[in-house]
């Protein structure tokens, strides 16, 4: 019994990190046509700005927000002086389709590099804010801590203030229907090539918030975020890469299979399982599970 | 440099036979004159050069993005060990079953995939690179972690007492290599393989001309994984063994990176490709001997050339090396 609690707290608190990855990822898509693989690299660098700040003023708290600002500068930034020319030098042809890969893992691979440089290629680490020892149930210890709860609580709430800025202000209206339609958003007075950089930077902003969450538990290291990007990854296209709330749904589905199938049968599950749950989800919707109606031509 | 104008009369295949065994003679006496190190560098370059071959036939030819090209090749690579090792079948029957079972591996694959486009393709790959090599964990008779031997054996008698191992495995790669390419730039050139180019530049357009695009890419998808099979076959026989840690993602990632530098859509910069993949750590190896730096600059700075040089290839010669001096001329 205290097993089962314990995978389904344990499949909630991973599912939540990767919904954070699968959002920042979605909302590139979404906004740019862009699998974003450099997500990794600046969720890590986010993450080493977090440390360093960590270093110098003692807070987890100061830290995290100076990890989400400069995750939306770092998501803008990238944006608006390396992806906006690269689409206008790359115009015609099939490389269209994969420049926007190989630029973004291009880019993966500097910021990993100056990491390097920088911070050194040694392990950190970053001591959690709350206790992470976990919880007595039943007279057993389980796996789930005040750390993990923290996480979740994070998570939700940054569910919903992404829910309300999309649904509610119109800013999201304007970054809806950018991702929907761009020209028509273009002829209605929308600058949508400023509102896909907005979209960047809350992407970078949910990326950063994804790293300082979820490095406490591991180590940091320049390449600590490539795993929970192909989680993420995975994640959005589970959820049929166009919907936030399809993102979630992708990341729980996901952190429950994941963490279900390493529990009770085998721990070496992990991936395969993530493959087995991607390829059974695409064998019946080949566009994901929340993908609208419309063919939107990849 | 042919002048506009001038009617292009294309390469016959025997013509190209010549050219490729000119090219073979030619190894062979250059692999004479040359040290061992060099012969297993040479190995590495043709080894790559075949898997970059399989990414242009995919991603250039038939417009399938995968990132899972490291995840065929170690199908190829356990099916050519587990031939040569437990079967103890002879190695070129061994390299032979690396290419046919990774193709129909990729056969099966392809019939998912052919259902997937953009994102969704790549993302399955993806998936499928992280977590294949991890189920080799999961069966005994592919030795878990520690992998289990590739060993073509040392090289026949009659060839005498001083033709070393690496000179052996020299011979072994770069024929297959070639023979392979051969078969591949032949496909291309045929009549079946323009239907390739017409599905990737305009699929509507192709599929209302009477091809069928589905089992094209279908098609395209299993060829390729043969010959991903092959080069996972022939790193590891390089290695000497196969494990789950040969084939990391980010051998799919640098491979992908080789193809689009040397251009995607050619199958002319194979080689310069591979010589890329090896080169880059030298290069960046003796940069570092000789302006000095920490451990950890040492272990960055391939990654980081690796990764400019990928930038660069994007922005001045999206349609690789080749397509810029055509445009030139």
Do not use: C
């Not at chain 1, 291009?106 to 990491?115: E, P, T």
């Amino acid at each position: 019994m205290t097993q089962f609690i314990t995978a389904v707290l344990t499949s909630l608190s991973s599912g939540a990190i990767y919904a954070l990855m699968a959002i920042a990822i979605v909302l590139v898509w979404r906004s740019t046509r862009v699998i974003n693989f450099a997500q990794a690299g600046q969720a890590v660098l986010t993450t080493y700005i977090g440390y360093t700040v960590i270093q110098r003023t003692g807070s987890f708290w100061v830290a995290l927000v100076v990890a989400v600002v400069s995750g939306a500068v770092i998501g803008a930034v990238i944006d608006r002086f390396f992806m906006r020319p690269i689409f206008k030098r790359v115009k015609s042809g099939p490389i269209v389709m994969i420049a926007p890969v190989v630029a973004t893992l291009g880019l993966l691979g500097i910021i990993q590099a100056v990491i390097g440089f920088v911070w050194g290629i040694t392990n950190q680490s970053i001591e959690a804010p709350v206790s992470t020892g976990g919880y007595k149930v039943m007279g057993t210890v389980i796996a789930f801590s005040n750390y993990n709860l923290l996480v979740l609580v994070f998570v939700a709430v940054a569910m919903l203030l992404l829910t309300l800025l999309f649904q509610k202000t119109n800013i999201g209206l304007a970054l809806r229907a950018s991702a929907y339609s761009p020209e028509i958003a273009k002829l209605s007075g929308i600058k949508v090539d400023s509102v896909r950089t907005l979209g960047w930077a809350i992407a970078g902003a949910s990326g950063g918030l994804a790293g300082m969450l979820y490095i406490p538990g591991y180590f940091l290291y320049p390449n600590a975020m490539d795993l929970l990007l192909v989680l993420g990854f995975i994640a959005a296209v589970i959820g049929g890469l166009e919907s936030l709330f399809g993102a979630v749904a992708g990341a729980m589905i996901l952190g429950f299979a994941i963490i279900f199938s390493t529990t009770y049968i085998s721990p070496k599950l992990f991936f395969p399982t993530a493959f087995i749950v991607l390829i059974l989800v695409l064998l019946v919707k080949p566009a994901g599970l929340f993908a609208p109606k419309k063919s939107r031509g990849a | 440099m042919k002048k506009a104008g001038k009617v292009h009369k294309p390469t016959t295949t025997r013509k190209r036979l010549f050219l490729f065994i000119l090219f073979g003679w030619l190894l062979l006496i250059l692999g004479d004159r040359v040290g061992d190190l060099e012969l297993y560098q040479g190995s590495f370059v043709a080894t790559y050069a075949l898997a970059i071959t399989s990414i242009v036939l995919l991603t250039g030819y038939s417009g399938q993005l995968s990132l899972g090209q490291s995840a065929l090749m170690a199908v190829g690579a356990y099916a050519g060990a587990l031939s040569i090792f437990n079967a103890g079948w002879h190695p070129v029957v061994g390299l032979i079953m690396s290419a046919l079972v990774a193709g129909v591996f990729g056969l099966v694959l392809g019939l998912v995939a052919a259902r997937l486009s953009g994102p969704y393709l790549a993302g399955t790959t993806l998936a499928l690179a992280i977590s294949l090599p991890t189920l080799a964990n999961q069966f005994p008779i592919l030795g878990a972690e520690e992998g289990i031997s590739f060993d073509v054996g040392p090289s026949p008698a009659r060839f005498g007492e001083d033709f070393s191992q690496y000179k052996w495995f020299f011979w072994i790669s770069a024929l297959a290599a070639l023979i392979m390419v051969f078969f591949i730039v032949n496909l291309l050139t045929s009549r079946y393989g323009r239907t390739f180019k017409a599905v990737r530049d305009n699929p509507v357009a192709a599929q209302l001309s009477g091809i069928n695009v589905g089992r094209l890419k279908v098609n395209a998808f299993a060829i390729s994984s043969g010959v991903a099979g092959l080069s996972g076959g022939l790193l590891v026989m390089l290695i000497s063994g196969v494990s789950p840690s040969a084939f990391p993602l980010s051998l799919s990632f640098s491979l992908l990176g080789a193809a689009v530098v040397t251009g995607l859509y050619s199958l002319k910069g194979v080689i310069l490709g591979g010589l890329v993949l090896v080169a880059i750590p030298e290069i960046a190896d003796s940069l570092v001997s000789r302006i000095g730096g920490s451990e950890g600059f040492t272990t960055v700075l391939p990654g980081f050339i690796v990764s400019a040089l990928l930038i660069l290839a994007v922005v001045f010669t999206p349609n690789g090396p080749g397509h810029l001096l055509k445009k030139h001329h």
